[in-house]
């Protein structure tokens, strides 16, 4: 079957190479992609780009499109680097024929920031990021979902960086705008309140994310309840009954168990580790039940609670969780 496939492939790449238009080319190139054949659909980008050119000019906005389409699939290869120019002579393209509200400016934009954070160049993604806010604002209007999730992005780009007060406000914006149009009580306003909570934590405002936390994690734990239908649903389509409940475990660990120890986070910075404690075992069991105590996150996990003991003067109870983890990570 495999054989067959290539032989596909490789009569896809005959007929694009022997075709004088682009647009073929260009969707025969999107159909090796999409088999994950990347370095073959990457030749025939580079003859759509050729073919453009050559017969509307270099400075087309159609020009700009297809190499747009041929940057996309640079960092699949490592080579983000690469498509960093390719997304700048397809900018200045646009620019110069639309302006630089030109719409079509934000797909290009788009690509930049993926390439740049790929070079660890997080700080350059900033501008375009505000760029792109500012266009999607004019295209769909300031309280769209486009719009959350280009502020989502902004921001965590600006907590990367270290700056959590300037993430801070554009998170509140996230939240009112999901809690608008997917409802309060859904997934994705519980993972706004998470994260304008570490931002809120990261600012030295442990009290002001404590009720962001409980609510996001009330949110997730009603989210994530094997008798919740919708979650029954999402169940029957990832895996069969034997492999189900592995999978609400993992995610109740990864999901809830984040959430319960950011909660704990908070409740330590504010002198209240007594509070913490029964979050940190809770984290901790969901943890050992998904991937056992021998993973490293297993590990992590009894120290961050040794350090909550040793911070309630329990120094005998946290040198033997410390032993414990060591013990762990040695095996």
């Given at each position: ?146 719009v959350a999730n280009v502020l989502g992005l902004l921001a965590k780009t600006l907590q990367e960086l ?121 984290a901790l069991a969901l943890v050992e039940a998904s991937v056992g105590p021998e993973h490293q996150e ?34």
């Open positions: 079957m495999g054989q067959g496939h290539g032989m596909d492939a490789d009569s896809t790449v005959r007929q694009a190479m022997q075709s004088d238009d682009p647009a073929v080319v260009d969707a025969l190139a999107a159909e090796l992609a999409g088999q994950g054949r990347v370095a073959e659909a990457e030749l025939l980008l580079r003859r759509a780009v050729s073919l453009t050119e050559s017969a509307l000019g270099p400075a087309h906005p159609f020009v700009a499109r297809r190499l747009t389409t041929l940057a996309q699939v640079l960092p699949a290869t490592g080579r983000a680097g690469e498509a960093e120019p390719l997304l700048r002579r397809a900018l200045a393209i646009i620019e110069a024929s639309g302006g630089p509200d030109d719409p079509r400016a934000a797909d290009v934009l788009r690509g930049l920031v993926v390439s740049l954070r790929a070079l660890d160049r997080s700080e350059e993604s900033v501008p375009l990021l505000r760029r792109i806010l500012a266009i999607t604002e004019a295209v769909d209007g300031p309280g769209h979902a486009n270290g700056r959590p007060a300037e993430a801070e406000p554009l998170q509140r914006r996230v939240l009112a705008i999901l809690e608008a149009t997917v409802g309060p009580e859904d997934f994705q306003v519980a993972e706004a309140l998470q994260r304008l909570g570490r931002s809120l934590q990261a600012m030295g405002l442990a009290e002001e994310a404590e009720p962001l936390l409980r609510r996001g994690l009330a949110i997730l734990e009603a989210t994530l309840n094997s008798d919740n239908p919708e979650f029954g649903r999402v169940l029957d389509q990832l895996a069969d009954e034997g492999h189900r409940q592995k999978i609400v475990a993992l995610m109740q660990a990864t999901l809830i168990g984040t959430f319960l120890e950011d909660l704990a986070a908070s409740l330590e910075a504010q002198g209240r580790p007594g509070e913490a404690e029964p979050l940190r075992r809770r297993g590990t992590a996990c009894l120290n961050r609670l040794a350090d909550n003991l040793h911070a309630q003067g329990r120094a005998g109870e946290a040198e033997a969780l410390r032993k414990a983890a060591g013990d762990v990570h040695r095996e």
